[in-house]
């Protein structure tokens, strides 16, 4: 069963970092896996799935080639969630993390159940971004 997890989060990052399977479609594919949340560390390049039961997948991410900005800037943090919502052209995965990282985030945490994502700065400021209805 493990492998199998595994290769549904495989899967699910391969899509999102090479452009080939949008947000609802990788949210959709790890829950019906029965994932519940997950989390992207931009400073360790680390994405971890997590299970109901505290299991958990831990994958390597692409390097942001950056550091995260000192300051959080939840005003840029939210323009680039807007153009990944609305897939301006020219939109890229790492295009946004290059740009969330830019804005001071350090990483987030998307919670499937509480249908939203938490950004979260160097010193902890957040920015929560509810799941559009």
Same mark, same amino acid.
């Given at each position: 069963?493990? !492998?199998?997890?595994?290769?549904? $989060?495989? $899967?699910?990052?391969?899509?999102?970092? *090479?452009?080939?399977?949008?947000?609802? &479609?990788?949210?959709?594919?790890?829950?019906?896996?029965?994932?519940?949340?997950?989390?992207?560390?931009?400073?360790? &390049?680390? $994405? #971890?799935?997590?299970?109901?039961?505290?299991?958990?997948?831990?994958?390597? #991410?692409?390097?942001?080639? &950056?550091?995260?900005?000192?300051?959080? !800037?939840? *005003?840029?943090?939210?323009?680039?969630?807007?153009?990944?919502?609305?897939?301006?052209?020219?939109? #890229?995965?790492? *295009?946004? @993390?290059?740009?969330?990282?830019? $804005?001071? @985030?350090?990483?987030?945490?998307?919670?499937?159940?509480? /249908? /939203? &994502?938490?950004?979260?700065? /160097?010193?902890?400021?957040?920015?929560?971004?509810?799941?559009?209805?």
């Amino acid at each position: 069963m493990q !492998d199998q997890l595994k290769s549904v $989060a495989e $899967a699910c990052l391969a899509g999102a970092e *090479g452009d080939t399977m949008p947000f609802p &479609a990788i949210v959709g594919a790890l829950m019906q896996a029965g994932f519940e949340s997950y989390a992207i560390d931009f400073r360790r &390049a680390a $994405a #971890t799935y997590y299970l109901p039961g505290g299991e958990s997948v831990q994958l390597a #991410t692409h390097v942001v080639a &950056a550091e995260v900005a000192p300051v959080f !800037d939840a *005003g840029a943090m939210q323009a680039a969630i807007r153009e990944a919502q609305q897939q301006v052209p020219g939109y #890229t995965y790492k *295009g946004f @993390c290059r740009k969330a990282v830019a $804005a001071g @985030c350090a990483g987030y945490v998307v919670s499937f159940s509480g /249908r /939203r &994502a938490l950004y979260i700065g /160097r010193t902890a400021e957040t920015h929560v971004e509810h799941f559009p209805s």
